[in-house]
């Protein structure tokens, strides 16, 4: 591999100390992940360097671990400029190098944190006991960590010493900078941690209890959406003549035509798509799989993406970041961020700019247009009738004809 990217012979120094001999299967994976001859250099000469500097500590491959990257980046400051990318590619290469069972995977993740322990625990409790999925998982473990961040500053954790104060006083300054579903989350991620510190017998009160509720009352509000035509103005926002239009388009498109989830979207795999029968598989919340069809505009959209514009790698998500390294995205994030770019194109002036907004939109136009609650929340793929009640306040028309006339008389 690293006889094409050089012009000349390739440079004997190069190779010197104990990650010389990894440097080809390495630049080999670069190439994979759609990193361009310019940077694979660039990353190939950080970590001849990286090995150069191994050496001189007298260190071997079984020496490699997290911790020396930090005192290597201020040693490379000395000499060149760390560019901004340099941690990620060294951290590349221990996954690499534990993938290939040259080092132990325990190598790779090192954690000195106080509270990784107790995490650790909980994550295992969360996944074993209750059977959450990772995503749930990951959400609780960071509103606890959100929790003793606040409750143990020092960094000593006595979890013992919680008591109904520190939870209460934690709670009330929380909700004053967060929406109310995130504090919901972060009541239903506490109450879960203190039945595990309960139950591995950490703490002697039922601290669950002490955690205040949050108010919520079911269809206060009223589902956010656009306009048919707003919709088709955010389509046509995307330039279907480069690779990230024509990714964006799609993407809005299946939110458009059938309402997915961001995280729907996010989950998506190339095996997911059924073309013999036109269907796709959504990996919709937890366990969950259901079949939509693919209306016609979509798999016109996704054969366009698939066969001219999506980058050639190895993973299979359906969609893939536009720059290296090549792979699908970490979040749900990245779809909201398509959908509010696409706004921001079409000069839609929306208080909600998530990827919901296009679910919604959906289910207010299906309703305008006489279809039931029923086929709607199947669209939505609802577990609960009750969950669809909330577009019933969009209907404007058959709650005029429920409304009584005013008691006083006219106004």
Known sequence: MLEHLFSKSVPEWLYAGPLGS??????????EKGYTNYSIKVKIRLISKFSRWLNQQNLGIVDLKLELFDPFIKYQK??????????????????????????QPSGV?????????????????????????AETLTTYIHQVRCFL???????????????????????????????????????SSLRAFFRYLRFRGQIA???AAFVPAVSDWRLTGIPKSLEPEQIDSLLKSCDQNTKIGQRDYT???????????AGEIVKMTLDDINWDVGELIIRGKGPRKDKLPIPY?????LVAYLQHWRPACPTRCVFIRVRAPYQGFSSSVAICNIVQRALLRAKINSCHKGAHLLRHSL?????????????????LRHQLPSTTEIYTKIDIVSLRSLAQPWLGGEI
């Open 22 to 31: 990894y440097l080809n299967s390495f630049a080999s994976l670069l190439s």
């Open 78 to 103: 000395t000499a060149d400029p760390v560019r901004r990318g340099d941690l990620a590619t060294l951290n590349l290469l221990l996954r690499h190098l534990s993938d290939a069972g040259v080092i």
């Open 109 to 133: 993740k090192i954690d000195d944190n106080p509270f990784c322990q107790i995490e650790d625990g909980f994550a295992q409790y969360l996944s074993h006991e209750r059977g959450l999925s």
């Open 149 to 187: 961040s606040s409750c143990f500053k020092a960094g000593t954790i006595k979890l013992e010493k919680l008591c109904a104060k520190d939870i209460t006083a934690f709670i009330l300054s929380y909700t004053q900078s967060v929406k109310r579903n995130t504090a919901k989350l972060m009541v």
């Open 205 to 207: 009160t039922d601290l």
């Open 251 to 261: 993407i809005l498109l299946l939110l458009a035509r059938l309402g997915l989830r």
């Open 297 to 301: 505009d979509v798999g016109e959209a």
């Open 363 to 379: 289910a207010t136009n299906m309703l305008r247009n006489g279809a039931s609650l029923t086929e709607i929340g199947e669209i």
